[in-house]
């Protein structure tokens, strides 16, 4: 298989699936978002390119051995992007509202072109987007901690004393719980509001939601799901704040999972459309399990050392798999890939 990866070159999670890719013999480039681009003309196909500026995107060989991988800085300019197999989108960085959008709509063009997108653009545009994966997850059935989203600091301000003067600020998009504050008096929440608003967000609020004290302090679950699956999850515990973010400074454990929790897990993914998804769950006092968010560009440092999974050789020899299925499936006639394969 031809992989391209979209994310930084020098990032542990692109290399680490460059580094499983090479293993099993297949060709992985990583190119940033930064560098895409798209050329249409008047009478030729639509076609994608990695800008000439690349100085960092790194196609390794089929060989295992470091040694033996042939390095191109240009590599992925001299393949158009359209000619790729999978596109695995590992972030989506930050940028202006026109940026972001320019880079979704590539997504879609690139998938429309017959490069499989993991995950889909739909996918990403529910995950990366807080609000709407609440929503959709709440359709679908499934439990979530009391939330409000507006544009009013007024009615924020007004649901934050109905809630006793407790809750959790959030940014509508970004991860690793970089932006999250908890708030804790009316003074404090007037002016965090207000300073949000004043800088065009959406204001976004959640009920704080006070964990199942038998699962000890502050925690909650990463359930990481492959092909729509849940393959293994940890509980994650705060440590120096209430965030339990392990790229903060979070702490993890081994959790085996009940049946109601991969369940929740595998209808949070379906939800949202996703295939490959970090979903975090949390239970309240009252042994309640809510589901918090779904992560399309899911990070697995933590679980891999605690759960001894291989994330990365894993995600490669499910795209293997359901690869073929998906070309079986084709040469028979199906037009559509079932969600869990």
Not at 289 to 298: F, I, K
Request: hydrophobic share 40%.
């Amino acid at each position: 298989m031809n992989i391209l990866v979209l994310g930084s070159p020098d990032g542990f999670y692109c290399q680490e699936i460059q580094r499983a890719a090479a293993a099993v013999g297949h060709v992985c480039d990583i190119v940033p978002f930064e560098q895409l681009g798209s050329r249409l003309t008047p009478t030729q196909p639509e076609s994608f390119f990695a800008s000439s500026e690349l100085s960092s995107a790194v196609r390794r060989s089929t060989s295992t051995s470091e040694s033996e991988c042939n390095i191109s800085e240009n590599s992925a300019d001299n393949r158009p992007l359209q000619e790729y197999d999978i596109c695995i989108v590992r972030s989506m960085p930050p940028g202006s509202l026109e940026r972001v959008i320019f880079r979704m709509d590539l997504l879609w063009s690139l998938e429309a072109a017959g490069v499989r997108v993991i995950n889909s653009p739909k996918g990403m545009e529910c995950a990366i987007d807080k609000y709407l994966t609440l929503t959709r997850c709440r359709h679908a059935g499934l439990l979530v901690p009391e939330t409000i989203c507006c544009e009013s600091v007024d009615e924020a301000l007004v649901q934050f004393r109905n809630w006793g003067d407790e809750a959790i600020v959030k940014p509508l998009f970004g991860g690793e719980g970089r932006g999250i504050v908890h708030l804790t008096d009316f003074e404090t929440a007037r002016r965090v509001l207000f300073a949000l608003s004043q800088v065009g967000s959406v204001l976004y609020l959640q009920r704080f939601v006070h964990s199942d004290l038998a699962c000890g302090d502050r925690s909650d679950l990463r359930v990481l799901v492959l092909g729509g699956e849940p393959i293994g999850a940890i509980r994650r515990h705060a440590t120096d704040d209430f965030r339990t973010n392990c790229a903060i400074s979070g702490r993890a454990e081994l959790h085996e999972l009940s049946e109601e929790e991969r369940e929740i897990a595998r209808r949070a993914a379906q939800a949202c459309g996703v295939l490959f998804a970090g979903v975090d769950l949390i239970s309240d006092a009252n042994g309640r399990t809510y589901l918090l968010e779904v992560n399309g560009c899911p990070g697995w440092k933590a679980f891999e050392q605690v759960t001894g999974i291989a994330v990365a050789d894993r995600l490669i020899n499910w795209l293997e798999s359901s690869q073929r299925l998906t070309r079986d499936t084709s040469e028979a006639g199906i037009s559509s890939l079932p969600f869990h394969s």
